[in-house]
């Protein structure tokens, strides 16, 4: 592959933004349960990119980044139900979701490359 490490990765790099801009918009969210569990599903993004690309195998990335493409898709649900509640403004809801599909379509674009062709 043409990259030294996860880092380099351009899907990587935005998924950690996407962490870290999620939990700014949800600094003053009182429900800490909900919070938890939209800002795990954010961090789960970049954190299954890395394990993945530090496996042996390509079949073994795929599966994490597989995981990684969940993750992005829980992001996303949870961030539709956070501004209908009212725990997100509409213009971070889609600022963060478009972010979130873009981060989805890079890593179909990735799985893709690492899938034979049959």
């Given amino acids: 592959m043409a990259y030294q490490s996860y880092e380099d990765l351009e899907v990587w790099r935005k998924s950690v933004e996407l962490s870290v801009q999620?939990?700014?918009?949800?600094?003053?969210c009182?429900?800490?349960?909900?919070?938890d569990q939209?800002?795990?599903?954010?961090?789960?993004v970049p954190s299954n990119i890395a394990e993945g690309m530090e496996r042996d195998s390509k079949?073994?990335?795929a599966h994490f980044l597989h995981i990684a493409k969940g993750s992005c898709?829980?992001?996303?649900?949870?961030?539709?139900?956070?501004?209908?509640?009212?725990?997100?403004k509409e213009a971070d809801f889609k600022v963060l979701t478009s972010d979130a599909e873009f981060i989805s379509r890079m890593l179909h674009g990735l799985i893709k490359s690492l899938t034979p062709k049959t």
């Fill in 22 to 28: 999620l939990y700014r918009v949800l600094s003053d």
């Fill in 30 to 35: 009182r429900d800490y349960g909900f919070k």
């Fill in 38 to 44: 939209v800002c795990r599903a954010a961090v789960s």
């Fill in 59 to 61: 079949r073994e990335t």
């Fill in 73 to 88: 898709a829980e992001v996303r649900t949870q961030l539709l139900i956070a501004s209908k509640i009212g725990y997100v």
